[in-house]
């Protein structure tokens, strides 16, 4: 997959991104993450990219002619067809399901705004869909870039060790996922629960089925309305008392 991320601080999105799963997703071939310095772009001498808004108030805005050369060029080295996502606070809340949505593009281009914003022209010429990752606002949209990489690297086929790591976490089918534990088998009078040393994969399964249904309903109520369960899981729920 090919990501060309459009920035005032490529520096910024290139140095996070070579490091942990998406760096390796990188040196493998699996991922190419370019970053376009949307300054180069400007056409005056002081590489200028904002101005004062019309109409008053505070900050400035990325004016519209930078960020619609940036992204036209970007779109020339990407397959016909590529989408454009503005990294915005105003757009739809980032999930799981968009993650697995932008996994399978082939190619797709992130837009980062910073200052107010972009002026609106620009987003009305250049960009398909605008994506928020919550309800509060940052000081750009690299860090919101970032996220978006992240969890769509992990999706694509190849980048987890174990591939079937991805479907077992948490917010696939809408559930959390089970309690993890590592070695030492006891620590500090903990135990690491008695199924988990037995050996028999169904037994484990079963347990960890029933725990991811557990805990979702404790700390992500909201989740569990979303799921579909078996006949067998929800009489499980149902005889089953939360804490
Ligand atoms: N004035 C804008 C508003 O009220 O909608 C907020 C601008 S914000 C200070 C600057 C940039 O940060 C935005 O253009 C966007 O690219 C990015 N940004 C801020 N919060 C974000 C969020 N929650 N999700 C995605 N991008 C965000």
Not at 55 to 76: E, F, I, L, S
Not at 136 to 154: C, H, N, S
Request: glycine fraction near 8%.
């Amino acid at each position: 997959m090919k990501i060309t991320v459009l920035t005032l601080f490529p520096d910024m999105v290139a140095q996070a991104l070579h490091t942990s799963i998406v760096g390796r997703a990188m040196d493998a071939g699996i991922l190419e993450i370019r970053t376009v310095d949307i300054r180069d772009y400007a056409e005056n001498k002081h590489n200028s990219v904002d101005d004062y808004p019309y109409g008053g108030g505070a900050g400035m805005v990325m004016q519209a002619g930078p960020v619609v050369r940036a992204v036209r060029a970007a779109k020339t080295e990407l397959p016909a067809g590529t989408r454009v996502v503005y990294t915005s606070p105003q757009g739809s809340v980032f999930t799981q399901e968009t993650a697995k949505r932008l996994a399978s593009e082939e190619s797709l281009i992130i837009l980062c705004g910073h200052y107010e914003g972009i002026d609106e022209r620009a987003l009305e010429l250049t960009v398909d869909e605008e994506i928020s990752i919550g309800d509060y606002v940052l000081t750009g949209g690299e860090l919101p870039a970032m996220v978006m990489i992240d969890a769509v690297a992990r999706l694509l086929p190849g980048v987890l060790h174990n591939d079937t790591s991805a479907e077992t976490e948490s917010h696939q089918e809408s559930l959390l996922e089970y309690p993890q534990y590592s070695r030492p088998r006891e620590f500090e009078g903990l135990e690491v629960p008695e199924v988990l040393l037995s050996g028999d994969h169904a037994k484990v399964d079963a347990w960890r089925r029933e725990q991811s249904l557990l805990r979702t309903r404790e700390k992500r109520p909201d989740l569990l309305e979303k799921a579909e369960l078996t006949e067998k899981e929800k009489k499980f729920l149902a005889n089953t008392p939360g804490e």
